[in-house]
């Protein structure tokens, strides 16, 4: 028994080892980055490197700030990721309602296409997605990059659909007897009880739409509609790159996503698991 216990505890041990190693590693490059961000240029480059600053500086972030269009970017970068969010909280769990609580013919053959459509990577679409878009006459502005999200994402509405099947059909059953149709059965059943697939779809949504940059560097053309994650660019120079403003404002560019995450990080993770496992 004794011996049993050991092992027990040696596992234990050896599990939260690995655990928090990973947790390092993941964590490591954010915490080089806001560190960095206190630094002074010579302090970032000084050797032996170290993590904490030598000399503290608050300055870096008035001055990345200043150096591009900073809050222009972020409230461009703001208004097509709310835009983003509206379509996919929208469209996906009515979508995904239909595929999962009405009986209909090709409803399968539809989630199977969807599943399908995850496999094909986004650099297979691009071109001929700008050559539509570029024929449309839409180009250089935000409706490529808003549009679709009023369709539904299908890695979205797969995680939705495999929650609402997991809800018992018992609930909407009887909800049809106390005479309630098929849209307030979705409001008043479903959608309450999607909350924990929603949550995960928006932060999905927005961390997606926040921080792209491959769209909107194929889209956007002008500088006034660039978005944060362009304008983090300009901190590259030909010859040299000032580092400490770069740190400073990606630690301001990433922190309404951590900031998201950890407000609803309980409901976020339960979603992702319940998605997961129900059938």
Partial sequence: MNM???????????????????????????????????????????????????????????????????WKYMGNTAYITMLSLVGELL?????AYSLSRIKWKGANVISGLLMA???????????????TWHALGLTGTYVPLIAPHFVGHAYYIIIM????????????????????NEFQRYITLAIPMCKPAITTVAIYTFNAAWSDYLAP???????????????????LNEFT????????????????????????????VEGVATSGLKA
């Fill in 4 to 70: 049993y216990k050991v092992r027990k505890d040696v596992s234990k041990v050896i599990f939260y080892f690995f655990v928090l190693a990973l947790f390092a590693v993941f964590l490591s490059p954010f915490i080089v980055m806001v560190t960095t961000s206190f630094k002074t240029l010579d302090d970032a480059f000084t050797v032996p490197v170290k993590i904490l600053p030598r000399e503290w500086t608050f300055s870096n972030y008035g001055a990345a700030v200043e150096r591009i269009p900073y």
């Fill in 91 to 95: 469209v996906v769990p009515l979508i």
């Fill in 117 to 131: 459509t995850m496999m094909i990577p986004y650099t297979v679409t691009m071109i001929p997605l700008y050559r």
């Fill in 161 to 180: 659909r495999q929650f609402m099947k997991g809800i018992p059909n018992s609930l909407f059953e009887a909800a049809k007897i106390d005479g309630a």
């Fill in 217 to 235: 560097l194929i889209y956007i053309s002008s500088k006034d509609r660039m978005t944060l994650s362009l304008g983090l660019q300009q901190f």
């Fill in 241 to 268: 790159v000032d580092w400490t403003l770069l740190m400073a404002a990606a630690v301001i560019f990433v922190l309404p996503v951590v900031v998201l995450f950890f407000i609803f990080q309980r409901n976020f």
